[in-house]
């Protein structure tokens, strides 16, 4: 694989968005691979609109999701995604969540993610991140 086609990120609350985005940058993640929403449903739209050139171009996505959101919630994403046949082969789905609800946890083994990363987003987690997707064959 080429790297990291995008990095998503969706929270409700777009105080955490602007840190996020503003920790991926200073860690040399360009605005350009960076997007950013406070909704699920537009969150959908951009996955669905990627996944075709992630396939083509052999790229992937890093997806960090909250999953306590109006509207629609981190898992009603997840399960929209399903819905509409899109493989999560190229998409790296982390659960960026302060819920520490037993209940979120076990509901989250059913799902295809790459891990539950507890807010706020640190430096040290991304780092282990790419280095984890570096050591299996991908580059940022």
């Given at each position: 694989m080429q790297g990291i086609e995008c990095i998503l990120l969706v929270d409700d609350d777009p105080i955490t968005n602007y840190i996020n985005q503003?920790?991926?940058?200073?860690?040399?993640f360009t605005e350009e691979k960076i997007a950013v929403t406070t909704d699920g449903n537009e969150a959908v739209e951009i996955i669905s609109t990627k996944n075709e050139k992630l396939k083509k171009n052999q790229t992937f996505l890093l997806f960090f999701l909250d999953i306590n959101m109006p509207v629609m919630d981190g898992f009603e994403v997840l399960d929209t995604l399903k819905e509409r046949g899109i493989s999560l082969n190229q998409i790296f789905v982390y659960l960026?969540?302060?819920?520490?609800?037993a209940k979120d946890l076990k509901k989250a083994n059913h799902?295809?993610?790459?891990?539950?990363?507890?807010k706020p987003l640190?430096?040290?987690s991304i780092r282990a991140i790419v280095k984890e997707l570096g050591n299996s064959g991908h580059k940022r």
């Open positions: 503003l920790l991926l940058e200073r860690m040399g960026l969540s302060s819920s520490k609800s799902y295809t993610i790459r891990g539950f990363i507890d640190k430096e040290e």
